[in-house]
Nanobody, 115 residues
Framework: QVQLVESGGGLVQPGGSLRLSCAASRSIFSFDAMGWHRQAPGGDRELVASITRGGVTHYADFVKGRFPISRDNAKNTVYLQMNSLKPEDTAVYYC?????????WGQGTQVTVSS
């Protein structure tokens, strides 16, 4: 059973930064891609950023230039560095991984941007 464990969420003021971490229970190279999605209250879950096994990254337009995605292969961990946070970034952020058989999700971590 694959486990994705997120950490790093919390309360931050507008303009601040947070770094989310997603630790996988197996090698991140076993996945075709990993990434982060978010879901605001009353909204749909939406892609924020992703990275493929080969290192190709993709970003939603609303976070381009603000939320770089990265990984540490030795730690089987993917990161989302969240900079210049805005109140509209408030949401539950979910780690996601996909292989040829399944899509896997973490439990989610709350990010609240408020003064």
């Amino acid at each position: 059973q694959v486990q994705l464990v997120e950490s790093g969420g919390g309360l931050v003021q507008p303009g601040g930064s947070l770094r989310l971490s997603c630790a996988a229970s197996r090698s991140i190279f076993s996945f075709d891609a990993m990434g982060w999605h978010r879901q605001a209250p009353g909204g749909d879950r939406e892609l924020v950023a992703s990275i493929t096994r080969g290192g190709v990254t993709h970003y939603a337009d609303f976070v381009k230039g603000r939320f770089p995605i990265s990984r540490d292969n030795a730690k089987n961990t993917v990161y989302l560095q969240m900079n210049s946070l805005k109140p509209e970034d408030t949401a539950v952020y979910y780690c996601h991984a996909a292989d040829s058989n399944f899509h896997y999700w973490g439990q989610g971590t709350q990010v609240t941007v408020s003064s």
